[in-house]
């Protein structure tokens, strides 16, 4: 029986607690470790709530998911959490399909109903939310955040850090750089610049929704 302790009490908590129980991997969640407690008791999350001060000792295992969105916050948390000697195993759920020639990074989870093609990158903590497909010889890159019913062509190149928004298009061998944002629905035909933020088909720079 593996045991993970999953980091994080909102919404993409919830989500991994359903595919955990749906998985034919024996995977018991030990508690979850968070400093929003009203979160823990409303949705009635299993196990333990443990607070942000968490250590492999005391909470009985040194496996754990990071169930947080952001990638600045989940690189953060992570680099915390392997000082205190955490581990990261990567998670594909039953219903997707992903290739033996594939290679995943610590930390990544793949969501029901994807497709992971061969000869794909996902470097770690990165995390792909359902219903998504990733072309042959793709590179994304850590902690990237991607939506729900996404497609990313054949060797499209996704930077460190991006999120790509839900029902977004990366056109094949097209580059994203570093921390972009694809809005939802968007469709990327050519290579985005690090920082920037993309809407629309054809996705158009959206500077005014840039920091």
Same mark, same amino acid.
Request: hydrophobic share 40%.
């Given at each position: 029986m593996k045991k993970i302790l999953v980091i994080g009490t909102g919404g993409l908590a919830r989500e991994f607690t359903s595919y955990f129980s749906s998985s034919s991997e024996q995977i018991e969640i @030990?508690? &979850?470790? +968070?400093?929003?407690?009203?979160?823990h008791s409303s949705f009635?999350? *299993?196990? @333990?709530? &443990?607070?942000?001060? #968490? /250590? *492999?000792? /005391?909470?009985g295992t040194d496996e754990a998911? !990071?169930? !947080?969105?952001?990638?600045? #916050?989940k690189k953060r948390i992570s680099e915390e959490l392997k000082a205190r000697g955490f581990t990261f195993p990567s998670f594909v759920h *039953?219903?997707?399909? =992903?290739?033996?020639?594939?290679?995943?990074?610590?930390?990544?989870v793949v969501s029901p109903n994807c497709v992971i093609s061969p000869?794909?990158?996902?470097? *770690?903590f990165s995390y792909i939310n359902f219903s998504c497909g990733v072309g042959?010889?793709? %590179? $994304?890159? +850590?902690?990237?955040? %991607?939506?729900p019913g996404t497609q990313l062509g054949g060797g499209s190149i996704i930077g460190d850090? =991006?999120? $790509?928004? /839900?029902? +977004?298009?990366v056109l094949q061998g097209v580059q994203i750089g570093a921390?972009?944002? %694809?809005?939802?629905?968007? @469709? #990327? &035909? /050519?290579?985005v610049a690090e920082n920037a933020t993309m809407m629309g088909n054809p996705a158009k720079r959206m500077r005014a929704f840039e920091k």
């Open positions: @030990v508690g &979850f470790s +968070s400093t929003n407690h009203g979160e009635e999350l *299993p196990g @333990v709530l &443990f607070d942000g001060d #968490v /250590s *492999p000792d /005391s909470v998911v !990071i169930a !947080i969105g952001s990638p600045a #916050v *039953p219903s997707s399909v =992903c290739s033996d020639e594939a290679n995943l990074g610590e930390g990544v000869n794909v990158a996902v470097n *770690p042959h010889d793709a %590179i $994304i890159g +850590s902690y990237v955040q %991607i939506n850090g =991006c999120l $790509i928004g /839900s029902g +977004s298009t921390s972009a944002t %694809i809005g939802a629905g968007s @469709v #990327v &035909f /050519s290579r």
